[in-house]
């Protein structure tokens, strides 16, 4: 049997060299037993607790291929149960063989579709990410003069399907492997976002949409009327998508956006069959207004420039919404469902949640005056938590929990609550609260992925 890696590569290069290239007998792959192997070491490399309590033995790969050759496969389903009911419920809650033929498929998937993506696709990408989409919106959309913001509502479960797998057959020619995919369809797989399946999918079905904004462009099949100037081009249009969110930036007259505005909800609508109710399209003037993308605030900046530049901000309204568990009348609170962990656990967490939300916002021109106020509410709901816990006051946990740090800028050492721990390497070590400086970054943190995105999107009021 060849190797996994050795086919997918070819795969890959298939659709590199050609993108009309159409694949047939995909599903034989299946039966190959080195995918199924190679599967099981990305599974267990992305969960520990697959690797604890769900280990793979090559008699279980034979059967499953038996399986398979018989086309007798159903995935689990999932759809109206307490799995799918769950959003955060992790992968590796579903039988080790549906883990194993969804990775299988996933990685097949990947290698024929993933070299058709255009630039303008940041989300599920190597090497792309919110940060990457927002960067380059950024760059890119300079001198933009209106904002065409799009959010498709409930796309898991309102994704039209015989349109997905029509999508897949213009390059797999391959009944099986369709319906192969129309049973993780039909076993509610789209309704839950946490599986492998959802990112290559969704980033398939919007791929139409990628095409047809660049086709706008570059004013393709004389989209606009000739007395417009031609200045619907790169230069004075950008596009980016992550996932299911799109913002288009357009610097020209108002007659011109409103022109791209009523062509993209056209396109929506008839090539993607999302309607109305299912989507979201805003239009806004920038010298007027800002916009919500991303958990970010976008504004124009002031500036004497001839092309004035987007800036970044902080939502103020995914501040406020984040601030609430941490205050009470304006002042910093304690947080009484948090008194049962230890107190490595509650420092931890309290780390590990403004570490996540400085990297988040890292990018934006005020995170350090908005963040700062943020950490100053976060730090001392930990003190008063620990206070809460212990029954002591707060002056007596800076005395009992205060660990002197060196300052990561200029001299001298700063008190931190913390605690000391022993590692496993067995070195004694100290755990504090966050302590980095909240400076701007010029550069996209890669780590900063789609958990990311759906933690700041909880706090986003639609």
Known sequence: MRKAEVILALLNQRTTDCAEYVFHRLYRNFYNPEFYLLAYRFIAQRNSITRRNQHIHLEQVRRLIEKMKRESFYPIAIRNSNTSQNKSTSFDVLPIEDQLVQEVLRFMLEAIFAPLFLESSHGFRPNRNIHTGLLSFKQGAVGSTWLIKGTIQSFFSGIDHSLLINRLGKKMNDGRIL????????AGYLEW???????????????????FVDEL???????????????????????????DHFLIGIRGTKGLAKQVYQKIATFLDQELNIRPSQGLLQFCHLADQSIQFLGYELTRAKSNQELQPIQLLVSNQVLRSYLKPYSKHNKPAPHPARVHLDLFELISLYRREMSRLYDYYCLASDVSSKLGTFRYFHYYSLAKTIA????ISVKQ???????????????????LIGIGYKAESGLHKVLTYFDQPLKRQGKAKLHVNDDSCRMIKKHIIS
């Open 179 to 186: 319906e192969l995919v129309k049973r993780f369809l039909h």
């Open 217 to 243: 462009m570059e004013n393709k099949k004389g989209a606009f009327a000739q007395h417009e100037p031609i200045l619907l081009s790169s230069r004075n249009i950008h596009y980016v998508r992550y996932n």
């Open 397 to 415: 946990v800076f005395q009992k929990y205060g660990v002197d740090v060196k300052r990561r800028q200029g001299t001298g050492t700063k008190r």
């Open 388 to 391: 809460l816990k212990e029954k």
């Open 193 to 211: 976002p946490n599986n492998q399946l959802c990112p290559i999918l969704s980033n398939i079905y919007y791929h139409e949409l990628d095409v």
